[in-house]
C-alpha cells in the first residue's frame, strides 16, 4: 500500500511532500497483517506552490528539525526499492502511481510515469 501527502491538488503546482509503503499480508486466519511503513519526507520542487490549506489538513511542518527530506526521485527510488526487497513484483495492473518528473526549476520534463505492481507471496 502507498500512501502520499502533497502541497495541493494540481501535480503541475503542488509537490510531493511524503510518500510511505507498508506490505500487507495475511495471515492463516485470513487477517490482514500491516508491516510497519516506509516513510520517507520529500523536497518541493523548486518553483512549487504549497496551498496552507493542504498543510493545515495533512499536518506537515515543512520546518521541522528532524524532517530530514530528499529529492522527490530519491524518496521514489527508496520506497519503490524497499518495496521490491520486500517481495512486490510488477506483472499486474493491480495498482498504479502516476508521477510528474521535474527538472531542477520544476518544470516538467516527462509528463507522467505510472508503476505498476502487486504483492506477491
Known amino acids: 500500500m502507498v500512501d502520499v501527502e502533497t502541497g495541493g491538488f494540481d501535480p503541475?503546482?503542488?509537490?510531493?511532500l511524503e510518500i510511505a509503503d507498508s506490505i500487507i499480508r495475511m495471515d492463516d486466519k485470513g487477517l490482514l497483517i500491516p508491516a510497519p511503513p516506509l516513510p520517507c519526507h520529500v523536497l518541493p520542487f523548486i518553483?512549487?506552490?504549497?496551498?496552507?490549506?493542504?498543510?493545515?489538513?495533512n499536518g506537515i511542518d515543512l520546518d521541522h528539525p528532524f524532517r530530514h527530506a530528499v529529492p522527490e526521485r530519491?524518496?521514489?527510488?527508496?520506497?519503490?526499492?524497499?518495496?521490491?526487497?520486500?517481495r512486490v513484483a510488477i506483472p499486474q495492473n493491480s495498482m498504479a502511481l502516476t508521477l510528474s518528473e521535474r527538472d531542477l526549476h520544476g518544470k516538467?520534463?516527462?509528463?507522467?510515469?505510472?508503476?505498476?505492481?502487486?504483492?506477491?507471496?
Not at 503541475?12 to 510531493?16: D, E, I, N, W
Not at 518553483?47 to 489538513?57: C, K, N, Q, V, Y
Not at 530519491?74 to 520486500?86: K, N, V
Open 47 to 57: 518553483g512549487s506552490e504549497i496551498d496552507p490549506r493542504a498543510l493545515a489538513f
Open 108 to 121: 516538467v520534463i516527462r509528463k507522467s510515469v505510472v508503476v505498476t505492481f502487486e504483492v506477491i507471496e
Open 12 to 16: 503541475q503546482r503542488h509537490p510531493l
Open 74 to 86: 530519491e524518496a521514489l527510488t527508496r520506497i519503490l526499492f524497499l518495496s521490491f526487497m520486500s
